[in-house]
């Protein structure tokens, strides 16, 4: 399809609008994931809607030594891809499009959500992507707006950002996008070695052992709830690799089977033996939180968590995640 390359809101403003205007918002370097969130765009929108990608890197959300001006800047390549994948219009302004006075004085602020996990690392990160995200919401008027999952707590912000301040449009996340070994789309994953990719991989392999814990311990709760409370429970028990000292009816049947700290401890693993690999993985954080707020949750935990994990392999840091529900909402 023919995808029109736009570079002010008042040439996107000129435009006949019929249907639902769905926007992906992007900083380029455009890859398979932001590929999915278009052609999901596309699917929203309809034969008689409109996909607008946003094409846009923004220095407020770059920390001091952060990777600025060393950002992928690939805009024949992108409006190629949007294209492909269904895009109506790539909007690409120039910074002073998007800030006309310069940087602005008046600024959403993340609040203490913000300062969590990938805030804590990145001062004045989300406040800075809040910002442009108002901003572009208000320059490309959409009806909805998609985001993937794998930027968890970047999505769940937005999401607070819009039901706070009464922004009227709706948000929607798709699932992260992996490649064939695991290693989740990223436009940064680019600047790895061959030997830094190797290491790199501990990230999503550690989401995955959590996830396989978790799914271990869940098992073991249906099967104890299902097994009656004879000889033949501990026997069942032990069958799916659980000891039969550990399988005391009683027991299995009122305590959580390992809970969110076994999760943790699982993924702690792969990440502590990554940290001895050549190059090794530097750990920023790993977490299992509460995606309503970002914090912690606690072994009684029970719903939705997200299992999220940050590092560096070389000077290129990454980050990935999983959801998880524990409890009795699974």
Not at 18 to 46: D, N, S, Y
């Amino acid at each position: 399809m023919t995808t029109t390359l736009l570079s002010t809101a008042a040439e996107l403003h000129a435009r006949a609008r019929a249907g639902c205007r769905a926007v992906v918002m992007t900083m380029g370097a455009l890859h398979e994931g932001h590929a999915t969130l278009i052609r999901t765009a596309r699917a929203l929108a309809g034969p008689d809607g409109e996909v607008v990608v946003t094409v846009f890197v923004n220095p407020l959300q770059f920390g001091a030594g952060e990777d600025l001006d060393r950002y992928p800047r690939t805009l024949d390549a992108d409006l190629k891809l949007a294209g492909e994948s269904g895009a109506d219009v790539v909007f690409a302004p120039a910074v002073d499009e998007v800030y006309p006075g310069g940087e602005p004085q008046v600024r959403i602020t993340a609040g203490p959500m913000g300062e969590r996990l990938e805030g804590a690392s990145r001062p004045g990160h989300f406040d800075g992507m809040l910002t442009v995200v108002a901003k572009l919401l208000h320059l490309t008027r959409p009806d909805v707006a998609l985001y993937g999952q794998k930027d968890a707590q970047q999505l769940a912000l937005i999401r607070r950002m819009v039901r706070d301040l009464n922004f009227g449009v709706e948000i929607v996340g798709v699932p992260t996008v992996r490649e064939e070994d695991g290693l989740a789309l990223s436009s940064r994953n680019r600047y790895l070695s061959p030997a830094e990719r190797r290491t790199a991989l501990a990230l999503s392999g550690a989401l995955f052992a959590g996830q396989d814990r978790h799914a271990a311990q869940e098992a073991l709760r249906a099967r104890a709830r299902e097994v009656p409370a004879t000889r033949a429970r501990a026997e069942a028990l032990s069958a799916i690799g659980e000891s039969r000292a550990a399988a005391d009816a009683h027991a299995v049947a009122t305590a959580v089977p390992g809970g969110p700290a076994a999760v943790r401890a699982a993924a702690r693993q792969v990440l502590d033996e990554a940290a001895r690999l050549d190059p090794p993985l530097v750990l920023d954080y790993l977490a299992l939180v509460d995606p309503s707020d970002f914090t912690e949750i606690g072994d009684d935990f029970t719903g939705e968590a997200v299992l999220a994990v940050a590092a560096r392999v070389g000077t290129t840091r990454l980050i990935d995640n999983l959801p998880l529900t524990f409890g009795a909402a699974s």
